[in-house]
């Protein structure tokens, strides 16, 4: 039996993928969770506040990640490892 997908996993994640867009030099405002339903087909989503404290799209890919902590969990790893990715290549000077 796999261990379930955790609300404090999420958050972790998302730390990681804010690391991921620092390392780019990708402009940002604070990132956060919004909290999905399953039950109510409302998706977990990822918001960045702007300078004016209004809710924007984030810098990298849709806000919805999904309706289950799993999938939004699964949606966001995805993500950040394709900006890791993209952070090497800039790395090896095989991307400007």
Same mark, same amino acid.
């Given at each position: 039996?796999?261990? +379930?997908?955790? &609300?404090?996993?999420?958050? +972790?994640?998302?730390?990681?993928? !804010?690391? @991921?867009?620092?390392?780019?030099? $990708?402009? =940002?405002? *604070? &990132? ?8 109510? !087909? /409302? *998706? /977990? +989503?990822? $918001? ?6 209004? +809710?924007? =799209?984030? *810098? !990298? ?10 999938? @939004?969990?699964?949606? &966001?790893?995805? #993500? ?6 993209? !952070?090497?290549? =800039? #790395?090896?000077? @095989?991307?400007?």
């Amino acid at each position: 039996m796999s261990e +379930r997908t955790t &609300l404090a996993d999420l958050e +972790r994640a998302l730390t990681q993928h !804010a690391d @991921a867009l620092d390392a780019l030099g $990708v402009p =940002r405002g *604070p &990132l956060t969770i919004e909290k999905g339903s399953s039950s109510y !087909a /409302y *998706p /977990y +989503r990822l $918001v960045m506040t702007d300078d004016d404290g209004q +809710r924007a =799209r984030p *810098p !990298a890919g849709a806000m919805e990640l999904g309706r289950t902590v799993g999938a @939004a969990y699964a949606t &966001l790893t995805d #993500r950040t490892g394709v900006l890791r990715d993209l !952070a090497a290549l =800039r #790395r090896s000077g @095989a991307w400007q």
